[in-house]
């Protein structure tokens, strides 16, 4: 388990965070820009020194101002993916890649070179250099360079930012691997719903070095406060559900879960396969009953919840759909027209082929947005 | 009254200074001096520079001078003269006997024998030929610690780096550390003359004057009392 | 106590003043070949940056000897000078300060050049769409943000001018008051029975004045790299 | 009139551009990475030189190399705001603005440095140095510069890509007013389709050195090949519209164009205004008649014009709707249910409330994502 | 045509070995210096700062005095280490090469300093992430990096060593074949009446081997700087 609680003061601006999250997969920790998020990294990595709290991961021990402990970051192993990268840039991708793993002790080197090749695809740039990688490639090369170095634990500062769509979609397949595929817990930093959605298992939301919401991906993003909280206008939900069956002769996949099934674009995940869907709020409608004649494919009985405004004139409705939550942003005007209130059941509709192609990828978790 | 500057080689430098002094305090005119190596000032006055005395260390700047008409001919003299001396660190007993076939290279030893540069400096070529007078100068010219001014030899010697050296009477008198502990015979080499001459240039009459004042029993006092001696008669 | 005898700090000034002319003087034409160097490439280049770090390579008395041969009363240049300008160098504290700036100038040339390879093509390019034709873009872009590079590079190369001995004493002599700099009263002081003391005395005001020289520059080039917004 | 018409071989990359555009708008160079963007504006500063050609902006003549005319630079008059901003960081933001001003005679000045400073809202900045600004402050700040170079036209490579989307949204409306209150002619590079939909009167696609398309936005986002040709995913119509009425009770507007009428959240236009709408592909829902007890508010009648495939499992449907194209983007299945085929009456439904409220801002022509 | 006597010969390959040896040798030294002085701050980082300069701005035969009165065999450091190794400097071409070495000193290490701050504190940060210590760092991360940087700095350090004249002279006194550097054939050769030609022949030569030096440097500069990726 992770488990940080630090204080520090930076000059104007005091961190005070205290977070756990498990062994595995990823906890993002989510706020604006300048709300925090490098600085505590930077003291996970021990790059830069809280004035007192602790940091542990598993058995091991940091930090700990009590019992007088700081690790020196040498000695953490701790992979760090830092937003630009840090490639060495005299050393080949395959010097860059091993720096880490020569300076463990072969008995505990359990990730080896070329799984870790497989894994992020870098087979073809080895013998390269840094400099004339693509913006994807590079951050790839980073995400392997942290890995070899046997990490307990794997830190990544907005790891995608610099990255442009195309970059982005060709690197978040490879850190879903990774998530899936390792048993090491990654502390993620992000300004990027879309990326904490798809790859969070826990998020972390800070805002002025301090944590304001923390837990499960889909219970935080689900709270109808969450754009007072965070700035998030792209309110919306996320879904975890199982495939039930492919439609091949149409390309979609069945998902099921508590609350009904949904019809999407075939998955790439067998049937059982886990799958994590991101209900955008502006693309979930409201009927009274389920309408016929229709290209929407979906339609999610459930039961009004809650009706909060959340722009001038439009209301976010949150909707309980079995045990799992929606949220649809809708006009007023609807919400009066339709007689929206708690209590009120409805047909959530949920168009099933909007998003794009290459956001399907394999993975336990997946993420596809509707 | 009209300065005068005279350009003097730098050994000249305490007793120049003094009978400028003196001078000054006599006539009221102020004397300038520069000194440096005989060879910078004569190539200076070569090529223009505005001084109106050179006291040269050594004949052949001179000579270079007067053969391209840098100087009155008619005031050159030969000043002074000075006596070549073997120093040792102060507190050695090193005693040697220069004569031919004297103990000077035994002496030696492994040590080096600091001195000018016989090439071009003029205490290194006095050295020379009083060595090779000797018949010595194949035996100790390997072992020469050559210097490109006189004090940089006073300082090898002074400093018990090398166990001799060879330089001037007056030289000798800079360094504390040295000691006097044999001196050349006169015959051993050509005669030690520091030559002076009025710049064909000049038409300063109180260079002149200071000039005269040089060569008068009163300067020449000034000049052995800093361990010159008088100037040998030139054949 | 006086720390110094009226001749030493006679000295003293004059090696200040000497050395401060000899930058201030070949200042702009460092500048420019740092310039040049650092943002042109041209057939030749090696031998100009030869030439440039001429001085280092030669011993100073030889440069010493150049400047008499060629900066003299007698010399093509001195001759021309003297008879058209009645400029006279050798003998002149002018002299020491243009014997010291040719021995330091490559130290200069280097440092700035440094600073100006390190600055963004880009803002170059950027004032030319602002309409800023080469001289304009050099003195409103280039020259303030060489600025801190110029000044250390500046500082050491009047540091460097502070001590140097062999091109001065050979090309404008020993003159006490007008071309007896610092180091050649040390050099004076080592010829006379008790100098050694006088001359430690002169060497470490010598290096003193260096080290503040030093520190003022480094200090300075921080405020000046905060000024132009880059510290 | 911008007339530009360039070769140029680079390496193994050749450049062969040809377009013209009108005096007044903004021009939008749109690309994938590496498609030669950049190597157009630079020809255009005189930063690179074509190998042959010409480029005109009005009567002047920047390069002919028939007539062997090569304006420097810094003849030229055109402004560029760079990427990477390059303010000067040695002057304030003052005299970073007056740097080209100072450039031209008095007498041509026709853009004075408080207009400019209102209009980009720079007012608190004049005092300050580029180091400690924003980047969306720098990139305003950019603009007003090149503004004040009083240029016969503006160029502007990616001025948003270095800009998170907070500050993305901070300068696209100066660059609006830009467009709107100034008679410069702007040519925008840009591979972000959100900032060209907004900001571009035409666009020029651009792939491989080549000019594939060009022409009205509208004309050019609503092609159905336009994924093939752009690899854009994100497909999507371009709608102008006039403010019709205002509802103010709900917040809402009405908007008309000659294919039917639109509500969207209120849009700070007078009515009569103009506003131009993005409405993604994947947001539109075809039904076969106009459902009701919907929460849907927008329904448009129209026929369809052309189906394509966009995907394993997914379809774009063109829809006439009056003089106007949308385009829905829906499941295979669906096209099959409700048997789509050309010529097929069906009703477009458009949700009104889908957008952020930052994207509101003033300007004749209004872009809203839908 | 024989450009160079027997004897000339002998000066320009001395020179070259003792410019050689000393550039290798005080090397390590002048990358420690430039390694704390532009990555660390310390108290008395300015005095340290000036000491490393002192050496450019003390006219260099004080600079050769001071050897002598050190590191001569009666001096502190000469007579141990004649005592305690049987290494004898004065008289030695090894001399030579320390007086060289240590008027050089300063310019290699302005310059590799210079490429020690100019590497980005970032890739140090990730080396220690990655499980590398301090002077595993320096090999692995810095060393590499500032090699471009390092490289210039020595060659102009080893071109003003080719140079350099009094403070050789002082400490290590002028034997042909031992300590006699071309500079000091140059010198000799200027103090003779008829001695210009031949300084000048000297002279040139120095400069071409200045030359050579500082054109491979930039050459090899250039490739150094492709090989680490910054080219
Ligand atoms: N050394 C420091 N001294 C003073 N303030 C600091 C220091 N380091 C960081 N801060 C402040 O701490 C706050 C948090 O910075 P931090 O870099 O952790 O934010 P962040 O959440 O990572 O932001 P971003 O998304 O922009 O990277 C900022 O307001 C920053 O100005
Ligand atoms: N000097 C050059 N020599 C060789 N190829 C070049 C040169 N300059 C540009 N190119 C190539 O020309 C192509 C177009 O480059 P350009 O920078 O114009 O693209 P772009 O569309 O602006 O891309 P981006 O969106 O990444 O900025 C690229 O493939 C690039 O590699
Ligand atoms: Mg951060
Ligand atoms: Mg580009």
Same mark, same amino acid.
Do not use: C
């Given at each position: 388990?992770?488990?940080?609680?630090?204080?520090?003061?930076?000059?104007?601006?005091?961190?005070? &965070?205290?977070?756990?999250?498990? @062994?595995?997969?990823?906890?993002?920790?989510?706020?604006?820009?300048?709300?925090?998020?490098?600085?505590?990294?930077?003291?996970?990595?021990?790059?830069?020194?809280?004035? @007192?709290?602790?940091?542990?991961?598993?058995?091991?021990?940091?930090?700990?101002?009590?019992?007088?402990?700081?690790?020196?970051? @040498?000695?953490?192993?701790?992979?760090?993916?830092?937003? %630009?990268?840090?490639?060495?840039?005299?050393?080949?991708?395959?010097?860059?890649?091993?720096?880490?793993?020569?300076? !463990?002790?072969?008995?505990?080197?359990?990730?080896?070179?070329?799984?870790?090749? @497989?894994?992020?695809?870098?087979?073809?740039?080895?013998?390269?250099?840094?400099?004339?990688?693509?913006?994807?490639?590079?951050?790839?090369?980073?995400?392997?360079?942290?890995?070899?170095?046997?990490?307990?634990?794997?830190?990544?500062?907005?790891?995608?930012?610099?990255?442009?769509?195309?970059?982005?979609?060709? &690197?978040?397949?490879?850190? %879903?691997?990774?998530?899936? %595929?390792?048993?090491?817990?990654?502390?993620?930093?992000?300004?990027?719903?879309?990326? !904490?959605?798809? #790859?969070?298992?826990?998020?972390?939301?800070?805002?002025?070095?301090?944590?304001?919401?923390?837990?499960?991906?889909?219970?935080?993003?689900?709270?109808?406060?969450?754009?007072?909280?965070?700035?998030?206008?792209?309110?919306?939900?996320? #879904?975890?559900?199982?495939?039930?069956?492919?439609?091949?002769?149409?390309?979609?996949?069945?998902?099921?879960?508590?609350?009904?099934?949904?019809?999407?674009?075939?998955?790439?995940?067998?049937?059982?396969?886990?799958?994590?869907?991101?209900?955008?709020?502006?693309?979930?409608?409201?009927?009274?009953?389920?309408?016929?004649?229709?290209?929407?494919?979906?339609?999610?009985?459930?039961?009004?919840?809650?009706?909060?405004?959340?722009?001038?004139?439009?209301?976010?409705?949150?909707?309980?759909?079995?045990?799992?939550?929606?949220?649809?942003?809708?006009?007023?005007?609807?919400?009066?027209?339709?007689?929206?209130?708690?209590?009120?059941?409805?047909?959530?509709?949920?168009?099933?082929?909007?998003?794009?192609?290459?956001? &399907?990828?394999?993975?336990?978790?997946?993420?596809?947005?509707? | 009254?009209?300065?005068?500057?005279?350009?003097?080689?730098?050994?000249?430098?305490? *007793?120049?200074?003094?009978?400028?002094?003196?001078?000054?305090?006599?006539? /009221?005119?102020?004397?300038?001096?520069?000194?440096?190596?005989?060879?910078?000032?004569?190539?200076?006055?070569?090529?223009?520079?505005?001084?109106?005395?050179?006291?040269? *260390?050594?004949?052949?700047?001179?000579?270079?001078?007067?053969?391209?008409?840098?100087?009155?001919?008619?005031?050159?003299?030969?000043?002074?003269?000075?006596?070549?001396?073997?120093?040792?660190?102060?507190?050695?007993?090193?005693?040697?006997?220069?004569?031919?076939?004297?103990?000077?290279?035994?002496?030696?030893?492994?040590?080096?024998?600091?001195?000018?540069?016989?090439?071009?400096?003029?205490?290194?070529?006095?050295? $020379?030929?009083?060595?090779?007078?000797?018949?010595?100068?194949?035996?100790?010219?390997?072992?020469?610690?050559?210097?490109?001014?006189?004090?940089?030899?006073?300082?090898?010697?002074?400093? /018990?780096?090398?166990?001799?050296?060879?330089?001037?009477?007056?030289?000798?008198?800079?360094?504390? /550390?040295?000691?006097?502990?044999?001196?050349?015979?006169?015959?051993?080499?050509?005669?030690?003359?520091?030559?002076?001459?009025?710049?064909?240039?000049?038409?300063?009459?109180?260079?002149?004057?200071?000039?005269?004042?040089?060569?008068?029993?009163?300067?020449?006092?000034?000049? $052995?009392?800093?361990?010159?001696?008088?100037?040998?008669?030139?054949? | 106590?006086?720390?110094?005898?009226?001749?030493?700090?006679?000295? +003293?000034?004059?090696?200040?003043?000497?050395?401060?002319?000899?930058?201030?003087?070949?200042?702009?034409?460092?500048?420019?070949?740092?310039?040049?160097?650092?943002?042109?490439?041209?057939?030749?280049?090696?031998?100009?940056?030869?030439?440039?770090?001429?001085?280092?390579?030669?011993?100073?008395?030889?440069?010493?000897?150049?400047?008499?041969?060629?900066?003299?009363?007698?010399?093509?240049?001195?001759?021309?000078?003297?008879?058209?300008?009645?400029?006279?160098?050798?003998?002149?504290?002018?002299?020491?300060?243009?014997?010291?700036?040719?021995?330091?100038?490559?130290?200069?040339?280097?440092?700035?050049?440094?600073?100006?390879?390190?600055?963004?093509?880009?803002?170059?390019?950027?004032?030319?769409?602002?309409?800023?034709?080469?001289?304009?873009?050099?003195?409103?872009? +280039?020259?303030?943000?060489?600025?801190?590079?110029?000044?250390?590079?500046?500082?050491?190369?009047?540091?460097?001018?502070?001590?140097?001995?062999?091109?001065?004493?050979?090309?404008?002599?020993?003159?006490?008051?007008?071309?007896?700099?610092?180091?050649?009263?040390?050099?004076?002081?080592?010829?006379?029975?008790?100098?050694?003391?006088?001359?430690?005395?002169?060497?470490?005001?010598?290096?003193?004045?260096?080290?503040?020289?030093?520190?003022?520059?480094?200090?300075?080039?921080?405020?000046?790299?905060?000024?132009?917004?880059?510290?």
């Amino acid at each position: 388990m992770l488990d940080v609680s630090i204080r520090r003061k930076l000059g104007g601006f005091a961190l005070d &965070i205290a977070f756990q999250a498990e @062994e595995r997969g990823v906890t993002a920790l989510f706020g604006r820009s300048g709300s925090g998020k490098t600085s505590v990294i930077n003291a996970i990595a021990g790059l830069s020194r809280p004035d @007192e709290g602790h940091i542990r991961v598993g058995d091991a021990v940091f930090f700990d101002s009590a019992r007088r402990i700081d690790v020196a970051v @040498e000695k953490r192993r701790v992979g760090y993916v830092f937003q %630009e990268s840090r490639l060495f840039p005299h050393m080949t991708v395959r010097s860059n890649l091993e720096y880490g793993l020569r300076r !463990v002790a072969a008995a505990e080197r359990r990730i080896a070179l070329g799984p870790v090749v @497989e894994l992020l695809g870098l087979g073809g740039l080895l013998d390269r250099r840094p400099r004339g990688l693509s913006g994807g490639e590079t951050q790839r090369v980073a995400l392997g360079r942290a890995l070899l170095a046997q990490p307990r634990l794997l830190l990544m500062d907005e790891p995608m930012a610099a990255l442009d769509a195309a970059r982005k979609a060709e &690197i978040l397949p490879y850190i %879903e691997r990774l998530r899936d %595929e390792m048993n090491i817990p990654i502390v993620l930093v992000s300004h990027a719903v879309d990326e !904490v959605v798809r #790859l969070a298992t826990t998020m972390v939301l800070i805002a002025d070095g301090r944590v304001v919401a923390a837990g499960p991906v889909g219970a935080v993003m689900g709270r109808l406060d969450l754009s007072a909280l965070s700035g998030i206008q792209d309110a919306g939900a996320v #879904l975890d559900l199982t495939v039930e069956r492919h439609i091949d002769a149409d390309g979609l996949s069945a998902l099921a879960f508590d609350g009904g099934r949904l019809t999407v674009p075939r998955v790439a995940r067998p049937v059982g396969g886990a799958v994590r869907l991101h209900i955008h709020a502006r693309d979930v409608i409201v009927a009274l009953s389920p309408p016929s004649g229709i290209s929407v494919r979906n339609a999610l009985p459930g039961r009004v919840v809650a009706v909060a405004e959340s722009g001038p004139s439009s209301a976010d409705v949150q909707i309980a759909v079995g045990g799992s939550f929606l949220i649809a942003r809708i006009t007023r005007a609807a919400v009066r027209d339709l007689d929206l209130a708690p209590g009120r059941e409805v047909v959530a509709l949920v168009k099933g082929v909007a998003f794009e192609p290459d956001l &399907i990828a394999p993975g336990p978790r997946r993420v596809v947005d509707v | 009254a009209q300065d005068v500057l005279v350009l003097a080689a730098a050994s000249t430098k305490n *007793a120049v200074e003094k009978l400028a002094g003196q001078f000054k305090a006599k006539t /009221g005119v102020a004397i300038t001096s520069s000194f440096a190596a005989s060879s910078a000032l004569a190539k200076q006055i070569e090529n223009g520079a505005p001084a109106d005395l050179f006291i040269s *260390a050594d004949l052949d700047w001179m000579d270079y001078l007067q053969k391209r008409n840098l100087i009155k001919v008619d005031s050159r003299v030969s000043l002074l003269g000075n006596e070549l001396v073997v120093i040792a660190p102060k507190g050695s007993t090193l005693k040697p006997d220069l004569k031919p076939g004297g103990d000077l290279p035994a002496l030696l030893g492994d040590g080096r024998l600091a001195t000018g540069d016989p090439s071009n400096v003029p205490v290194g070529k006095y050295a $020379q030929a009083a060595l090779e007078s000797f018949g010595q100068w194949a035996q100790i010219e390997p072992k020469l610690a050559r210097t490109d001014n006189v004090r940089a030899a006073l300082a090898l010697v002074s400093r /018990g780096e090398a166990p001799l050296g060879i330089v001037y009477r007056t030289d000798a008198a800079v360094d504390p /550390g040295v000691a006097v502990v044999g001196v050349f015979p006169p015959g051993s080499h050509p005669a030690i003359v520091f030559p002076v001459a009025l710049t064909a240039t000049t038409t300063n009459a109180n260079a002149v004057k200071f000039l005269d004042f040089l060569k008068s029993p009163e300067g020449l006092a000034v000049f $052995q009392e800093f361990g010159f001696v008088p100037a040998p008669k030139l054949p | 106590m006086d720390l110094l005898s009226p001749m030493e700090m006679t000295a +003293l000034l004059l090696s200040l003043r000497v050395a401060g002319w000899a930058i201030v003087g070949s200042l702009p034409l460092a500048v420019l070949a740092a310039w040049v160097l650092g943002r042109y490439s041209f057939p030749g280049k090696t031998l100009v940056d030869g030439l440039v770090h001429l001085p280092l390579v030669l011993p100073p008395v030889v440069v010493g000897y150049i400047l008499l041969i060629t900066m003299g009363t007698k010399g093509v240049i001195g001759g021309w000078l003297l008879q058209t300008f009645g400029i006279k160098l050798i003998f002149t504290p002018e002299g020491a300060s243009l014997a010291v700036a040719v021995t330091s100038f490559p130290l200069m040339v280097r440092a700035i050049r440094l600073s100006v390879e390190a600055i963004d093509g880009g803002l170059e390019a950027a004032a030319r769409t602002l309409g800023a034709g080469p001289v304009d873009r050099f003195f409103t872009i +280039l020259l303030p943000l060489m600025a801190p590079g110029l000044l250390s590079g500046a500082i050491v190369a009047f540091a460097a001018a502070m001590g140097e001995f062999g091109a001065v004493i050979t090309f404008v002599s020993n003159i006490p008051g007008r071309t007896q700099t610092l180091p050649l009263a040390i050099y004076a002081a080592t010829q006379q029975p008790d100098g050694d003391a006088v001359a430690a005395r002169l060497a470490v005001i010598s290096f003193s004045v260096a080290l503040v020289a030093l520190m003022a520059s480094e200090f300075l080039a921080r405020r000046l790299r905060r000024l132009i917004g880059q510290g």
